[in-house]
């Protein structure tokens, strides 16, 4: 079982940044693939960006390309999405996950179901 703990979100004016962390348990997470995904008010779940253990391949959302970045740390558990030119439409609960085993083509993950464990999320507001 794995745990996942989200923190970091919170409030900021549109163009501002913010960072999310997720934190895991386990001891083989530098094998783990992890992801971000965003679910706003109304909406379906959104992919946003994905990192795979391996190698640090990394995976992102063409509508967050350019803005947020995905990074890991191995020795602390945690993976980082970096999200700067934030934009009202941003808003949205972040949710972490993982998939404890690799993947080759890291885009079939975008739709969540390859993913293993989920996190609870963190809320992030942009206003204008």
């Known amino acids: 079982q794995v745990q996942l703990v989200e923190s970091g979100g919170g409030s900021v004016q549109a163009g501002g940044s913010l960072r999310v962390s997720c934190t895991a348990s386990g001891r083989t997470f530098r094998s783990y693939v992890m992801g971000w995904f965003r679910q706003a008010p109304g909406k379906e779940r959104e992919f946003v960006a994905a990192i795979r253990g391996s190698d640090g391949n990394t995976d992102i959302a063409d509508s967050v390309k350019g803005r947020f970045t995905i990074s890991r740390d191995n020795a602390k558990n945690t993976v980082y999405l970096e999200m700067n030119s934030l934009k009202p439409e941003d808003t949205a609960v972040y949710t972490c996950?993982?998939?404890?085993?690799?993947?080759?083509?890291?885009?079939?993950?975008?739709?969540?179901?390859?993913?293993?464990?989920w996190g609870k999320g963190t809320l992030v507001t942009v206003s204008s």
């Open positions: 996950a993982a998939r404890t085993t690799s993947i080759l083509l890291m885009q079939a993950l975008r739709n969540g179901y390859g993913m293993d464990y």
